[in-house]
């Protein structure tokens, strides 16, 4: 049998060697490209934003294509042939099995033998490929893609790309732009239960943890609450909100550096006043019986399973898992209703947290730039991801053939396509059959452009959300190439005795009492110097690139 | 010459005696002889031999990335030399001695149970009178081999789930319920019992293979000596699978240090990292952030050092005590 | 022949702990076997046992009425056999070569390959050199650079060389030279090794996925091992937040179930072929006539 070695597994992972700090050119050269005159083959010779993309000559370019389980990759998908035919460019891909994607394209880019495009790749990730000069900086030349240029500056987006940015002040990434911040993951709730105890969706953590010994009162030999997703980081997301909401970081979220706003520094996450409240608040849970033991560390489908069965009232969702898991899951039980409820606050108040508004996206090979077809190729990527109609191309198709309507007026499946329930009636599947909403080429977008896939429940859940005033984002503080080395031995170190920790307090396996020895050990994993390390970077980041 | 027309013909009546000339014994060979002699030996050997020199010595001149900075997308060579840079890296780090300690202990474990237990089960089985019963315990023994990590390790988390099986079991004796998964002190006894439970049955074909080769006439002679059913197996089956056994023990050895990683990866958390976090466990984890092939390569090194030392010790061993070797 | 008491009480010890062992071992895959059968809702509420509840094919008719599947399928029994045949060949002939005690330069071949067993280029060495001779895309990236499996090698030798060395003077006496004593002599008498070995090497390469990953870029090309796993992987993630089918749905709770079955159902039926050479005494009447 197969067993992923180590060395395997190293390859798919991601990043940091971030390349040596350059001395760093002011941003308003940014974009400003060196002599690409022989790199003009096939583009078009004035190209702005908002204009239709056509290669001036036919041409193709390779691409990594993550071909998902769902909707796998078909050649004849007519989202290919149109795009030829709308742009004169034809895609060749190296087809990828979507359930091991980082590895292949981990391989492939360090053996030398990737493609040109590589999309579907998340920050940090393109770290690892920085300093070997595989990928390039494609801040160089934003100047080409004036559809990008423009949505950054109109929905504001510049603190979100520093976050982006390396040492050299450049970005190897050409993220997803969102308008928006777009929250996904929350609570689920047994509404029919909160209706027969006569209580009210909660709005706080501490209004949940009434609701949950009302619950427990009711039903006293369960528990009340349970949870999932809880590899490799136990208690992502239920971490991950509720750190959100004391202000630390903790779960998914979680980095060993929180940003101190009123100290114009950064500390340490785990040793913090907020971070400590937060282990005492699920300490309560788990004292008063109303919280799962077995939250941090069971599977999944042992989750799932309690909340089928009405072992549990109250567990992490987001909105796919809402609709087709956990309604699924209950349907047998009599009454059975549930809902994703709006994020719980809590100390901070009504507020939401700093997310950054960027996403996965796509590198370049540095083997681009020696293409006599590089402008073009530029200038199609622009288009196909960051101009309106290409975006509205990628994800709903041809006007007339798979849909009718626009963002405005709301989009509307052609009778016989179907996509995620909008058609039951459809006998073909937009995505399977066409080719289109395939997730390596739409993603992100403006509001109107996320709001034309949701469901009337998703959009209120989002308009909740995004009443709430958006926290901002921590500064960048880039490391060199030499510091990450060690940073991340430290890094790895001090995380996991903060996980470790946090399960053991939260578990009453350890007292609060002993807040301090832990505090203690933290410094003798080298918490200060790795705090120190992570300040003097962002001194010097703040220094060079304003 | 041919030095095999030396011998004294073998035939009826001729075995007892001891052999009049020396037959096989090397008479200043030097390459020239042995290769004329022996061509068609030799000639079997050349195509294996390209194998390995091909896909295996060719691709380890890559393990100098341990000694050199590799930066993925650069040369595979690595671009400048750094000496012990990784070596003294991995040293200094308390973590790493942590997890190598709980590579040999797990490793350890793994091989004394998983190691003899096939031997047991394939002698049970052996005693099996009946042909059809024996072939349908024996096929349904190797199953759990063919169970993916994914699948064992959930099978693993719902046996021992506070509602599990064992759970349920001590309540009716009327223990409280034991979160296993969560405590360090099991992790080695659950890690060990799945690879017992999943290896067992698969590896007892092999010496069931083996058991074919024993002469029948042994088990007459010993019958006839009156030896009853163990001393048949301690003096004739233990014996007639020894080769194979102690083969397997030193190769098994060798390769301890390589725990299941998937398995360990599904089935520990942070409460358990004192004595589930591996070696390979603990490099992937610090590789997501930092994709450092050098530190993995150095520490490589280190393992497969470990591992040949191992093999070469157990080898001796086995070669003076029960006189099968490798070599 | 009566059996004394004690052996009497052994067989039923023995009967006994052996029917434990095949309980422990069987009922998983029962368990599996009958969720792979069971409707989606019954596996979410855990209450699928031993027998399927709510029994419906729907998974097995959407993974075996999927062309792709089948295309991949083929590709499978393809590698399977060719990586096979060459493992064999390889791994008899130098396996025999080291059995020879008479071989000069013994040692040292032993030791190219117990060498490797500890010492492997890497990841990226071994993707450079498979790219560079040009194997990306066929066949031979699977079968060639796993050839040789050296715990499969070392368990052949010393099978070889616990024969007895009479044969050998025998077949030279016959005339017999080093090939021929190889393939009318010592084979036919290794049946049972040999078939445990083709046992080895075939379940080893029809599991395997991670060369196909690695060396193939065509969706063509792919074996059932990625097909299946990526339905697996596909399940467990997904991006739309409107309802997916319920077929969807149903596939979503057993693929897993369902694959398994899949993948050791051929096994199982190839295996009894396999069992029938563990049969003892075949060496009976070898050496003597």
């Not at chain 2, 190769?251 to 240090?257: A, Q, S």
Request: aromatic share 12%.
């Amino acid at each position: 049998m197969d067993q992923l070695s180590r060395r395997q597994l190293l390859a798919g992972a991601g990043a940091a060697a971030a390349a040596m700090a350059l001395a760093a050119c002011g941003q308003d050269d940014e974009g400003k490209t060196d002599d690409l005159s022989g790199n003009r083959d096939g583009a078009m010779a004035s190209y702005g934003a908002g204009e239709q993309f056509r290669a001036t000559t036919a041409l193709s370019f390779p691409i990594m294509l993550l071909s998902s389980a769902s909707y796998p990759y078909k050649a004849d998908w007519l989202f290919w042939s149109e795009l030829t035919k709308r742009t004169n460019v034809t895609l060749e891909p190296v087809v990828v099995p979507g359930s091991d994607y980082n590895q292949k394209r981990s391989v492939m880019i360090s053996g030398g033998a990737a493609p040109l495009i590589i999309p579907k790749t998340y920050h940090p990730d393109e770290e690892a490929y920085i300093a070997g000069g595989a990928i390039l900086p494609v801040s160089d030349y934003t100047e080409l893609m004036p559809n990008f240029k423009q949505q950054i500056s109109t929905w504001n987006l510049k603190n979100d790309l520093d976050a982006y940015r390396q040492a050299d002040g450049k970005f190897y990434l050409l993220p997803g732009l969102h308008e928006d911040v777009w929250l996904d993951y929350s609570i689920a709730v047994r509404t029919d239960v909160l209706q027969q105890l006569g209580l009210q969706i909660p709005q706080t953590y501490d209004e949940l943890a009434t609701v949950l010994r009302a619950m427990k009162t009711a039903h006293p030999d369960i528990y009340p609450m349970t949870d999932r997703w809880n590899n490799p980081t136990p208690g992502g997301n239920l971490l991950g909100n509720l750190s959100a909401a004391y202000g630390t970081l903790a779960g998914w979220d979680y980095q060993n550096a929180t940003w101190d706003p009123t100290a114009g520094k950064f500390v340490f996450t785990g040793s913090m006043a907020p971070f400590k409240a937060m282990l005492q608040y699920l300490n309560t849970l788990i004292t008063d019986k109303l919280l799962d033991p077995e939250t941090f560390t069971q599977q999944d489908d042992a989750a799932r399973q309690k909340f089928a069965s009405g072992k549990a009232f109250v567990m992490s969702c987001n909105a796919q898992t809402l609709v087709n898991e956990l309604r699924k899951d209950i349907a047998k039980i009599p009454g059975a209703t549930v809902v994703k409820i709006p994020r719980l606050t809590g100390p901070l108040g009504n507020v939401k947290q700093a997310t950054s508004r960027l996403e996965n996206g796509v590198l370049i090979s540095r083997k681009a730039k020696d293409s006599k077809n590089f402008v073009a190729m530029l200038q199609f990527i622009d288009w196909l991801y960051y101009s309106d109609a290409g975006k509205l191309f990628a994800k709903w198709g041809i006007e007339g053939t798979t849909y009718t309507g626009n963002l405005d007026s709301g989009i509307k499946l052609a009778p016989d396509v179907n996509w995620g329930g909008l058609n039951p009636t459809g006998t073909k599947n937009l995505q399977v059959d066409y080719g289109f909403f395939n997730g390596v080429f739409a993603y992100g977008g403006s509001t109107k452009y996320l709001n034309s896939q949701f469901t009337t429940e998703e959009r209120k859940f989002q308009e909740v959300m995004n009443a709430r005033k958006t926290l901002p984002l921590p500064p960048a503080h880039p490391l060199n190439a030499d510091e990450r080395e060690q940073a991340t031995l430290w890094e790895t170190a001090l995380k996991d005795h903060v996980t470790q920790q946090s399960l053991k307090f939260i578990l009453g396996q350890r007292p609060f009492t002993d807040w301090d020895t832990y505090t203690n050990e933290l410094k003798g994993k080298n918490m200060t110097q790795y705090i120190d390390l992570v300040n003097k970077a962002y001194e010097r980041f703040k220094k060079s690139n304003g | 010459m041919d030095a095999l027309t030396r011998q004294a013909p073998v035939g009826a009546g001729s075995a007892p005696e001891a052999p009049a000339a020396p037959r096989l014994v090397p008479r200043r060979r030097t390459w020239r002889r042995a290769l004329r002699r022996d061509w068609q030996l030799y000639s079997l050997a050349v195509l294996p031999l390209m194998f390995f020199v091909v896909f295996r010595y060719l691709p380890m001149v890559g393990n100098v990335i341990a000694f050199r900075r590799f930066r993925p997308g650069g040369s595979i060579f690595g671009e400048t030399w750094v000496g012990l840079r990784y070596v003294r890296l991995f040293v200094s780090d308390p973590t790493f001695w942590q997890v190598f300690g709980n590579t040999l202990k797990i490793g350890s474990l793994t091989v004394l149970f998983c190691f003899p237990l096939p031997v047991v089960l394939a002698l049970l089985l052996n005693e099996i009178r009946t042909r059809w019963l024996q072939r349908f315990v024996q096929s349904v023994t190797y199953l759990p081999h063919f169970l993916s990590v994914v699948v064992v390790a959930a099978i693993v988390f719902q046996v021992l789930s506070l509602d599990g099986v064992v759970n349920q079991g001590l309540a009716v004796v009327g223990h409280a319920a034991v979160p296993f998964m969560q405590q360090p002190g099991w992790f080695r006894a659950i890690y060990v019992s799945s690879e017992v439970w999943q290896t067992v049955g698969w590896g007892t074909i092999l010496y069931l293979a083996a058991l074919t080769t024993i002469d029948e006439d042994l088990y007459e002679a010993a019958r006839l000596d009156g030896a009853g059913r163990w001393r048949q197996a301690w003096h004739v089956t233990l014996p007639g699978i020894r080769p194979t056994m102690m083969t397997l023990l030193i190769l098994n050895v060798g390769t301890f240090m390589a725990v299941g990683f998937e398995k360990v990866l599904l089935l520990y958390n942070p409460l358990t990292y004192p004595s589930a976090d591996v070696i390979s466990t603990y490099l992937y984890r610090v590789g997501v952030v930092s994709g450092s092939f050098s530190y993995a390569a150095a520490i490589g090194l280190f393992e497969s050092v470990i591992g040949l030392t191992l093999v070469l010790v157990t080898n001796a061993i086995s070669r003076r005590t029960v006189g099968t070797s490798l070599w | 022949m009566r059996r004394s008491r004690g052996e009497r009480v052994f067989t039923a010890c023995n009967a006994v702990f052996l029917t434990g062992v095949v309980v422990l071992t069987l009922y998983p895959f029962v368990n599996i076997v009958a969720r792979s059968l069971s409707a989606e809702h019954a596996i979410r509420t855990g209450q699928v046992n031993l027998r399927p509840l709510g029994f419906n094919l729907t998974t097995y008719r959407v993974v075996l009425s999927d062309s792709v599947f089948w295309t991949d399928y083929g590709n499978t029994v393809l590698y399977t056999a060719v990586s096979t045949a060459v493992s064999m060949v390889l791994t008899v002939c130098y396996a025999y070569v080291l059995s020879r005690r008479d071989v000069k330069g013994r040692g040292v071949l032993v030791g190219v390959a117990v060498f490797t067993m500890f010492f492997t280029g890497g990841l990226i060495p071994n993707y450079v050199l498979v790219s560079a001779l040009g194997l990306r895309n066929s066949v031979w990236a699977i079968a060639l650079p796993n050839a040789i499996n050296v715990f499969n090698l070392l368990v052949m030798k010393s099978f070889f060389e616990s024969l007895p060395v009479e044969l050998q003077e025998a077949a030279a006496v016959d005339g017999l030279g080093t090939y021929g004593m190889l393939v009318r002599i010592v084979l036919p008498l290794s049946k049972a090794m040999v078939a445990t070995m083709v046992l080895f090497y075939a379940v080893a390469f029809w599991n395997s996925w991670f060369p196909a990953f690695l060396y193939l870029d065509r969706a063509e090309l792919f074996p059932v091992t990625i097909y299946l796993r990526n339905l697996i992987a596909g399940a467990t993630a997904g991006t739309d937040q409107n309802a997916a089918s319920d077929t969807a749905l149903q596939i979503a709770a057993n693929i897993q179930a369902v694959t398994i079955v899949l993948t050791v159902l051929p096994i199982m039926l190839v295996y009894p072929f396999i069992q029938r050479y563990f049969v003892r005494g075949l060496m009976l009447g070898a050496v003597k006539g």
